[in-house]
Antibody
Framework: EVQLVESGGGLVQPGRSLKLSCLAS????????MNWIRQAPGKGLEWVAS????????YYADTVKGRFTISRDNAKNTLYLQMTSLRSEDTALYYC???????????WGQGVMVTVSS | ETVLTQSPTTTAASPGEKVTITCRAS?????MHWYQQKSGASPKLWIY???KLASGVPNRFSGSGSGTSYSLIISSIESEDAATYYC??????????FGSGTKLEIK
């Protein structure tokens, strides 16, 4: 069974940093691209960042480019999102999601909440 | 960036009725994916590659479309279908975009 379990969220002040993790199991992690997708309270889904299976290709949404860094450790089956210079508008539930064929997100984690507030 | 516009934003239907949710893209896309999100839960892949049902999705759901216009159709609504549905596209270049969602309520 595919499982994605996010961790590392919490309350953080504006301008500070936070690092999210996503532990994957139930599939060969090193064979799949991975993503972070967020959802602000009461709002829709927003793609944040993608990383290919070998970390060769990395992409970011314009809203986080230069502030967030996606990375992965295939030996640890773990995806990361380093978030710096956090803003109130970054407050959201952050999901990690596996990249299936054709650019679809075929499995999602349960999400981890990040709240940016003073 | 390819903008996806979903309509309606909210809809209500009685059990047994047919519902169509539309997703229009600002530029042509090769295919569309759809997700179902129930309140308090993570999104689930529902329809992929425009018309293929994800595992476990009832066959009262279907998807169609091409170019800039795509649809998710529920032939006969059941109470368990109450959820928000999102379309999503991935072109060759980022960003990946989602529609703003359609909330389906059951009367």
């Amino acid at each position: 069974e595919v499982q994605l379990v996010e961790s590392g969220g919490g309350l953080v002040q504006p301008g500070r940093s936070l690092k999210l993790s996503c532990l994957a199991s139930g599939f060969t992690f090193s064979n799949y691209g991975m993503n972070w997708i967020r959802q602000a309270p009461g709002k829709g889904l927003e793609w944040v960042a993608s990383i290919s299976s070998s970390s060769s290709y990395i992409y970011y949404a314009d809203t986080v480019k230069g502030r967030f860094t996606i990375s992965r450790d295939n030996a640890k089956n773990t995806l990361y999102l380093q978030m710096t210079s956090l803003r109130s508008e970054d407050t959201a539930l952050y999901y990690c999601a596996r990249y299936g064929h054709g650019g679809r997100f075929d499995y999602w984690g349960q999400g981890v909440m990040v709240t940016v507030s003073s | 960036e390819t903008v996806l516009t979903q309509s309606p934003t909210t809809t209500a239907a009685s059990p047994g009725e047919k519902v169509t949710i539309t997703c229009r893209a600002s530029s042509s896309v090769s295919y569309m994916h759809w997700y179902q999100q129930k309140s308090g839960a993570s999104p689930k892949l529902w329809i992929y590659d425009t018309s293929k049902l994800a595992s476990g999705v009832p066959n009262r759901f279907s998807g169609s479309g091409s170019g800039t216009s795509y649809s998710l159709i529920i032939s006969s609504i059941e109470s368990e279908d109450a959820a928000t549905y999102y379309c999503q596209q991935k072109s060759s270049d980022p960003p990946i975009t989602f529609g703003s969602g359609t909330k389906l309520e059951i009367k």
